[in-house]
């Protein structure tokens, strides 16, 4: 909320046991919040509030006045000319009467009517017009309506990534000493319906850390280094997108000399809807032990604290505040108990989450479930993580995490999760060092990092089934399961999965997939690449025909910006067989070093170099055999050339000798002829004389 403002306009918070403890979600401070809203629906910005607090709530609430100076019409709030703020009451930091028209926009008829489909339960009118508050210092505040619960909650496209974000939550409370979540479906005997339940036995939350839990945008992760959660954001869309209403149980131990507490928090969508309200508002309640016994810790009066009593059991699914007391009792010294009900269905008026198709899984029915898959992960047992994480929260939460703190248990629904590690599916692994290469408007908060990329053939891979992807996590949590980034043609590239741990990009606020920026394009680059190069080169051995990796080929449509050049992106290092430790579930980290650096940097990047000299020289050594296979081939055809022409120059030199034998012959028969002539002349001359 504005605390900043606060600071500086009024003294330091000190709390008191005459604070109220309803909360309201909008971004003013919560201490001026009006038991009646009015405002001038007419003109709402012209109007000015009177900020006397000796008047009455009646004269707070109808003097309106109108400030124009000179010929502009500018209307301005009253004290916004004033150097200092009007004196504002400070007797009471909430409002003394929370709960007061809880059910003043419920007809006679009980609650008004809500759709139970998530997709569709923002389509609704709130109640016409409303009356707007004014924050401490006479400025107008921002409110925050109901129906931004919901569209917050759409984030989550896909409702098992709900669950992961509550889980992180549990995991993160590992440093209070936490060493189970559980995660179970629970029978709402109020209503008949089922709810869910996700619970562990953290440090828990006091009064304060409570109130932030429940309220938009505030983490106190965000500036610690091994926390997941850094938004303030997941429980509100995790819980939201599960189901319409969730109730939060946390008790939390006394340390530096203060007592224990335990507080009891209402988020429920179906009661903002069905009242009416304009803002999101929060009944609490909140305990203290004293001794041995629970006392309440009544923060304005025991009339408030009745009200938020009524409000709670009326819309939870308790009926008494012995009731909710029970839930206490469940979690011993210290934890917390989140309880989701009025869970959310399909357009076929089923449950989103099946409870009935695995006793001790929870999985989604609908687009996600695909029997084919389901009947191929049971026929191939290696690739079954790929074929049932979308529908199945037992195989998504195997491998949600890199690694698992030692003695930790994930609980689902009576069973223990088995950690699963996907390089365990892998067979012919190789490991390669990818350092990211950061664009020039890049802030690079350790240039140092890098990730290991271990990847393999699946184990059901000769069996030739479509099963391909990288697996990319970031501070140990899955944030793109069997990411497919190669889609070829035919079957190129199957059988081919991956793992890396990329922490040196920054992941979505729904935590499933990462910001669209220059480090990433890089990365996905060259982890096609990675995949091409593996698959050309060992295909073969699990049943396809050999591949000739071709550098340029599937680049044409990368190639027009510089981050996505194949040769100019990031580099790749060393190529070795990966052990069958990697990625072991030791924690927190399987990297030497700091920031997940080996400390060998020179000696990795000289090597890395004498690989590429020695890629540089196979690649020279292949053209030089091709070349010599081409003029073996150009000789084998100048000797077939000139053999033919050996033969056709044989042929016509016998040619030409019989013709000129001929020839002879000829003239020699010419020869005789002629002579005969002479002869038969010279006989007929002698006879003529005589």
């Known amino acids: 909320m504005d605390n900043e403002v606060k600071q500086e306009t009024l003294p330091p918070y000190i709390p008191r046991e005459d604070t109220v403890t309803l909360i309201d979600l909008c971004s003013s401070d919560g201490s001026d919040v009006e038991e009646e809203r009015r405002y001038n629906s007419v003109n709402p910005v012209g109007s000015k509030r009177g900020r006397d607090s000796s008047s009455s709530a009646l004269d707070r609430n109808n003097v309106k006045k109108v400030t124009v100076e000179g010929e502009l019409a500018v209307v301005l709030p009253e004290g916004f000319d004033q150097s200092t703020p009007p004196p504002v009451n400070l007797t009471h930091t909430f409002p003394p009467d929370p709960c007061n028209n809880v059910f003043s926009n419920v007809s006679s008829g009980g609650r008004v009517g809500s759709c139970k489909q998530f997709w569709k339960a923002g389509d609704y009118e709130g109640a016409p017009g409303g009356n ?339 697996n990319v996590y970031h501070k140990n949590r899955l944030i793109k399961p069997f990411w497919r980034i190669w889609n070829a043609a035919g079957s190129d590239g199957r059988g081919v999965i991956g793992v890396l741990e990329a922490n040196f990009v920054e992941p979505a606020h729904d935590k499933q997939g990462f910001e669209r920026t220059t480090v990433l394009s890089r990365l996905e680059t060259r982890l096609v690449q990675m995949q091409k190069i593996y698959w050309s080169t060992n295909c073969h051995k699990i049943g396809y025909a050999p591949r000739r990796y071709k550098p340029g080929n599937g680049y044409s449509h990368r190639d027009t910006s510089p981050e996505n050049d194949p040769e100019g992106s990031a580099p790749s290092g060393i190529k070795t067989r990966a052990s069958d430790k990697f990625y072991s579930s030791s924690y927190p980290s399987h990297h030497k070093g700091d920031n997940g650096v080996s400390g060998k940097d020179s000696s990795l990047y000289l090597q890395e170099e004498l690989r590429r000299e020695k890629e540089r020289s196979r690649a020279l050594e292949d053209e030089v055999n091709l070349a010599r296979e081409k003029i073996e081939e150009m000789s084998k055809e100048q000797e077939n050339l000139i053999e033919i022409f050996t033969e056709e120059r044989d042929r016509r030199d016998g040619e030409e000798e019989s013709l000129r034998r001929k020839l002879e012959e000829a003239s020699n028969t010419i020869e005789e002829l002629l002579n005969k002539v002479r002869k038969l ?10």
Not at 323 to 331: A, E, I, N, V, Y
Not at 681 to 690: A, V
């Open 132 to 470: 707007w508050d004014l924050s401490s210092g006479g400025f107008d505040h921002v409110r925050v309506h109901p129906k931004f619960l919901h569209s917050n909650a759409t984030s989550h496209k896909w409702a098992l990534g709900a669950f992961a974000e509550l889980l992180d939550n549990a995991l993160d409370e590992v440093a209070s000493g936490a060493t189970y979540v559980n995660v179970d479906m629970l029978e709402n005997k109020k209503e008949g319906n089922r709810m869910l339940l996700i619970e562990d036995n953290g440090g828990g939350m006091d009064p304060e850390k409570m109130r932030q839990c429940m309220s938009l945008g505030y983490s106190a992760k965000s500036k610690l280094a091994n926390t997941i959660g850094q938004y303030g954001n997941g429980f509100k869309t995790s819980t939201m997108r599960l189901g319409a209403d969730v109730i939060v149980f946390s008790r939390c131990p006394g340390k530096n000399g203060k007592s224990s507490t335990q507080s009891i928090g209402l988020l429920s969508y179906t009661f903002l809807r069905s009242t009416g309200k304009e803002d999101i508002v929060v009944p609490m309640l909140d305990y203290e032990k004293r001794d041995s016994e629970w006392s309440k810790i009544v923060r304005s009066s025991l009339s408030d604290w009745d009200k938020n009593v009524k409000t709670i059991i009326q819309w939870s699914p308790f009926s008494s505040e012995e009731d909710l007391l029970r839930q206490f009792g469940l979690m011993k010294d210290h934890g917390t108990r989140i309880i989701i009900y009025n869970l959310w269905e399909d357009d076929h008026g089923l449950l989103e989450l099946d409870f009935d198709a695995d006793p001790h899984d929870i999985q989604l029915r609908g687009v996600n479930r695909d029997e084919k898959n389901i009947k191929m992960a049971a026929q191939f047992p290696n690739s079954r993580h790929f074929l049932t994480f979308k529908h199945s929260l037992r195989s998504y939460v195997s491998i949600l995490y890199l690694r698992i703190p030692p003695a930790f248990r994930i609980i689902l629904r009576g069973k223990d999760v088995e950690h699963h590690n996907v390089v365990n599916d892998m067979m012919q692994t190789e490991q390669i060092t990818y350092r990211p290469q950061y664009g020039a408007d890049t802030y690079v908060k350790d240039s140092n990092m890098s990730a290991v990329v271990v990847l393999g053939f699946v184990k059901d891979a000769k069996h030739h089934v479509d099963v391909q992807g990288f």
């Open 681 to 690: 002349e010279e006989s007929k001359g002698s006879s003529w004389r005589r």
